[in-house]
């Protein structure tokens, strides 16, 4: 018998022995993060999380961002991630693509997440009315859950339409806040942790700035996996990512992307999202 068909045999062989080795060492996932920050922010605060993920699951993994919220969704209607950390708007219109929460975030020790309007202390706005005929930025465009639909929302409890206030959008939440900032606008629509976030208060002096209004706790930003992924890889990655809680390793990984914590989640926790959801169509309109 030829050497050729000896190492043929052989590679056969292993193949059936160990198909699991095979599949695993081969198989690539490609991870999104939505543009919730600069793309280069992004990939500094989540390379550790995917070498982890590599590490325990055997996968190469491909961590890709946006430089817009438009990008990342075109990107996630034609599945192209495997696994997808986005806000909870996206989760909800993408269930129809067949993807499936596993994990959401906890941030600065809170598994929710509010709505919330800031403005500069030294603007003389002291009240959601004060925002009439005012400039607000809303943060991350116009699939923003919490930045834009969230606020939309806790501006029209005040008593204010849309035709009440002028609406532009900035590229992310943290723009959105310097935005206020440097009084390029007279307020700004981003969450209830948007003046904790490092990114910002490397920046400006938060001090300067204060909350005008904050709406209801919702659920928290989350993760999801693809229904691409076989059950088992599924199991892998969830193990995987919420194993982080566990040692102080995996807490640094999870400090390192701005968490406390990943916490597990199902598709029911975002019913919620749903609901506001329907009643900002009803009362906004898709265009918005």
């Known amino acids: 018998m030829s050497l050729k068909k000896v190492i043929k045999i052989f590679v056969l062989s292993m193949l059936v022995l160990l198909p699991e080795l095979y599949v695993y060492a081969n198989e690539e996932i490609t991870v999104g993060i939505f543009p919730r920050r ?36 075109n990107r996630v209607k034609k599945n192209r991630f495997d696994i997808v950390h986005y806000n909870q708007l996206h989760f909800v219109l993408s269930e129809k693509f067949g993807y499936e929460v596993f994990a959401k975030n906890e941030e600065f020790g809170k598994s929710l997440i509010a709505p919330a309007l800031v403005v500069r202390k030294d603007s003389g ?18 699939l923003a859950f919490i ?33 206020v900032y440097f009084k ?20 400006i002096n938060t001090d300067e700035l204060k909350f005008l209004a904050i709406g209801p706790e919702l659920v928290h930003l989350p993760w999801a996996y693809s229904s691409k992924l076989t059950e088992d890889s599924k199991k892998k990655i969830r193990t995987a990512l919420l194993k982080l809680n566990r040692d102080e390793n995996g807490n640094n990984i999870l400090k390192n992307a701005g968490l406390t914590s990943l916490i597990k989640a199902n598709n029911d926790d975002y019913t919620q999202v749903r609901v506001l959801y329907e009643r900002y169509l009803n009362e906004f309109g898709s265009d918005q």
């Not at 035709?163 to 900035?170: G, L, P, R």
């Not at 606008?185 to 209830?192: E, F, L, N, P, S």
Request: proline share 5%.
């Open 184 to 203: 390029q606008v007279d307020a700004a629509g981003i969450g209830d942790v948007g003046l904790d976030v490092p990114n910002v208060k490397e920046k």
């Open 125 to 142: 706005i002291n009240s959601i009315s004060d925002l009439k005929n005012k400039r607000i930025i809303f943060g991350g465009g116009k």
């Open 147 to 179: 930045s834009n639909i969230g606020n939309k929302v806790l501006l029209s409890n005040a008593g204010l339409s849309r035709e009440d206030y002028q609406a532009i959008f900035s590229r992310n939440p943290p723009n959105a806040t310097l935005a």
């Open 38 to 73: 600069n793309p280069t922010t992004t990939i500094q605060m989540y390379t550790p999380m995917m070498k982890h993920l590599e590490q325990e699951t055997g996968f190469s993994v491909r961590l890709e961002t946006s430089k817009n919220f438009s990008d990342f969704w």
